[in-house]
C-alpha cells in the first residue's frame, strides 16, 4: 500500500471511502499535508519497535507499514522538529500496542497481569529512567517515549503530560473492569471516559512539543484555544468509534458510541450509525466556526513584544495542526489495516496482534 495514497501526487489513486463513512466536507475543506520527515519516520519506527521487543519481528515484517501509524502523526503533526516527530510517532505506535494488549489480556483472562502493568505504567511515568530496561517490554517502550518527552520541555510541562496520562492509565483500567463485567455505559458515561482513553489532552499538549513553544495557562486555558483543541479530538474519537464498529462487535467490546446508543437509547444499529454520523459532522461544523475565533484570539496575542508574537505564531501553528488532524485521522481509517476487519481470518483476532502478549508471561 503507497503512503498517503490520496493526495501526494496528481497521479495517485484515491482510496475508495465507503458511502456510509465518506464526508465529503473533510475531502473538500481539509487538505491533507505530510511532514516531510516522513519515509524517515516510517523506517525508523519500525526499528525502534523491533529494537524494544515491542512487537516479534515477523509481525512488523508483516504489518507494520500496512497499519499507517507513522502515516496518522506525519499527517498531524506538521512543521514539528524531525526528533519530536519521531518521539511523537513512537509513542503512537506504542499507544496501539497498549490497546492492543488490554484487548488480549481481556480475552485470555489475564486480570493479575493487567494490574500489574497499570501499577508498572503509573510508575514509570513519574520515573521513567528507572523503567528503561523494565522486564516488560511494554513498560520499557513507555519509558522511553516518556523520557524522550521530558527533554523536551520544562519540568512543569512535564508534570502536567504525567497528570495527564495518570488519568489516561486510570481509564484504560475502567474500560478493562468494564469489559470483565460486561458492563456497557451509558452514552454520557461513554463520552467522559472517551476524552481519557483517547487521550484528547496528550495529543493537545504534544501539540505544543510540535511548535516549540509552551504555551501559559491563560493561553491554554482560554475558550477560544481549548474549544477548537477538544472538538478536533472529539470528532477523532467519535469517528474511529464509527470505523470500528464492526471491529469492536465481532471482538464483543463494550466501549464504543454506537454500542453504547444502542445498549441505552434504544437505536437500532442503523439509527446508531445515523447517530453518530450527526455527531461527527457536527463537531467539524463546530470546529470550523471556533478555528476562525481561535485564529482571532492568536491575532490578538501578538501585542508587539516579542513574547507575544512568538505566542502567537505558537497558537497559529497549533490550530493548524488542530485541523490537520481532522483529515490525517479520516484517511488513517481508510489506508490501516488496523480496522480491514473484513479480511481477517478471525473477526475476533486482528492478524497483527501477538494473541499471547507479554501479559501473558
Known amino acids: 500500500m503507497p503512503a498517503f495514497p490520496y493526495s501526494t501526487t496528481p497521479t495517485t489513486t484515491a482510496v475508495a471511502v465507503p458511502p456510509s463513512l465518506a464526508l465529503p466536507v473533510i475531502e473538500a475543506e481539509f487538505p491533507r499535508q505530510v511532514h516531510g520527515y516522513w519515509p524517515q519516520l516510517q523506517e525508523k519506527t519500525r526499528g525502534w519497535l523491533l529494537e524494544k521487543r515491542l512487537m516479534p519481528a515477523d509481525k512488523v515484517e508483516e504489518h507494520v507499514d500496512s497499519l499507517c501509524y507513522t502515516d496518522l502523526m506525519a499527517g498531524y503533526f506538521i512543521g514539528a522538529p524531525d526528533e519530536v516527530l519521531q518521539a511523537i510517532a513512537d509513542f503512537s505506535a506504542w499507544f496501539f500496542l497498549w490497546d492492543d494488549r488490554q484487548d488480549r489480556d481481556v480475552v485470555h483472562g489475564r486480570p493479575a497481569a493487567w494490574e500489574r502493568l497499570c501499577h508498572a505504567l503509573h510508575t514509570a511515568l513519574d520515573s521513567p529512567q528507572d523503567h528503561l530496561h523494565h522486564q516488560d517490554a511494554l513498560v520499557a517502550g513507555f519509558a522511553d517515549s516518556v523520557l524522550r518527552f521530558y527533554s523536551f520541555r520544562s519540568a512543569r510541562w512535564n508534570a502536567r503530560f504525567a497528570r495527564h496520562f495518570h488519568a489516561v492509565i486510570d481509564a484504560y483500567d475502567r474500560e478493562f473492569q468494564n469489559r470483565v463485567g460486561d458492563v456497557v455505559p451509558t452514552v454520557e458515561e461513554y463520552l467522559a471516559l472517551r476524552r481519557f482513553t483517547f487521550a484528547h489532552w496528550i495529543w493537545t499538549d504534544l501539540l505544543e512539543s510540535s511548535a516549540g513553544c509552551e504555551l501559559p495557562d491563560a493561553v491554554r ?84 513584544t516579542v513574547r507575544g508574537k512568538e505566542l502567537s505564531v505558537a497558537v497559529r501553528a497549533c490550530l493548524g495542526n488542530m485541523r490537520n488532524w481532522f483529515s490525517s485521522v479520516y484517511w488513517f481509517h481508510h489506508e490501516s489495516g488496523r480496522y480491514m476487519v473484513d479480511s481477517w481470518e478471525d473477526p475476533a483476532t486482528p492478524p497483527y496482534v501477538d494473541d499471547e502478549g507479554a501479559g501473558g508471561k
Open 221 to 304: 486555558k482560554n475558550p477560544a484555544y481549548r474549544r477548537p483543541a477538544l472538538v478536533s479530538q472529539e470528532f477523532a474519537a467519535w469517528y474511529n468509534d464509527l470505523c470500528s464498529l464492526p471491529k469492536e462487535i465481532a471482538g464483543d467490546e463494550v466501549h464504543n458510541l454506537g454500542i453504547s446508543l444502542v445498549k441505552h437509547d434504544g437505536l437500532s444499529l442503523e439509527e446508531a450509525i445515523a447517530e453518530m454520523r450527526g455527531r461527527i459532522e457536527g463537531c467539524v461544523s463546530e470546529f470550523l466556526l471556533a478555528e476562525q475565533e481561535g485564529l482571532r484570539f492568536a491575532d490578538g496575542l501578538a501585542d508587539g
